[in-house]
T-cell receptor, first 115, second 115 residues
Framework: EPEVTQTPSHQVTQMGQEVILRCVPI?????FYWYRQILGQKVEFLVS????????KSEIFDDQFSVERPDGSNFTLKIRSTKLEDSAMYFC?????????????FGPGTRLLVL | AQKVTQAQTEISVVEKEDVTLDCVYE???????LFWYKQPPSGELVFLIR??????QNEISGRYSWNFQKSTSSFNFTITASQVVDSAVYFC????????????FGKGITLSVRP
């Protein structure tokens, strides 16, 4: 069964460093998302992406964040200068095109720890 | 703006007991989708069910059943004859129509099933 994959599974970084989180969505999906979950809290929407541009972003997704689909398979989230409060689990999700119900399937997550 | 409330934070049951996880949602839209996701201790988000706002029929899948009541804006999830493997955090989520629309999650319910 096709699935969303994410790398790395864990990342530790120093405050102020740049990180890039990578995702490979399900191959026939065209809608991509990033969510984050601070430890013990709910899952929060960051950004949605379609046709090589951002469709919607939350207030969390400030200028320090960017997303990119550099090739036909990868979808990346970059945090330019990490802060302590960026420590969280980051989930990538994808959903089918042309399906109004649009179930989003999630990857296993990248646990980011900013020291 | 949409909102999902999962008033129960933690539930502990003994194996083989039935348990119901409550979910109440708020939206002004008349068409929307409701979801349940499971997050086991390993951390990934596993899709369980999607229900659209036009379909109020209850659904059963093995030991899982869902009760959608539009009149009370509730979408409750019952696990019959619970098992230790059901121990996880369960999230209810709401999504408006539009292929690219974000998921709004509740805070999640931590279910512990004791042997």
């Amino acid at each position: 069964e096709p699935e969303v994959t994410q790398t790395p599974s864990h990342q530790v970084t120093q405050m102020g460093q740049e990180v890039i989180l990578r995702c490979v969505p399900i191959s026939n999906h065209l809608y991509f998302y990033w969510y984050r979950q601070i430890l013990g809290q709910k899952v929060e929407f960051l950004v949605s992406f379609y046709n090589n541009e951002i469709s919607e972003k939350s207030e969390i997704f400030d200028d320090q964040f960017s997303v990119e689909r550099p090739d036909g398979s990868n979808f990346t989230l970059k945090i330019r200068s990490t802060k302590l409060e960026d420590s969280a689990m980051y989930f990538c999700a994808s959903s089918e095109a042309q399906t109004a119900s649009g179930t989003q399937y999630f990857g296993p997550g990248t646990r980011l720890l900013v020291l | 703006a949409q909102k999902v409330t999962q008033a129960q934070t933690e539930i502990s049951v003994v194996e083989k007991e039935d348990v119901t996880l409550d979910c109440v949602y708020e939206t002004r839209d008349t068409t929307y989708y409701l979801f349940w996701y499971k997050q086991p201790p390993s951390g990934e988000l596993v899709f369980l069910i999607r229900r659209n706002s036009f379909d109020e029929q209850n659904e059963i899948s093995g030991r899982y059943s869902w009760n959608f009541q539009k009149s009370t804006s509730s979408f409750n999830f019952t696990i019959t004859a619970s098992q230790v493997v059901d121990s996880a955090v369960y999230f209810c989520a709401l999504r408006l129509t539009g292929a690219n629309s974000k998921l709004t999650f509740g805070k999640g319910i931590t279910l512990s099933v004791r042997p």
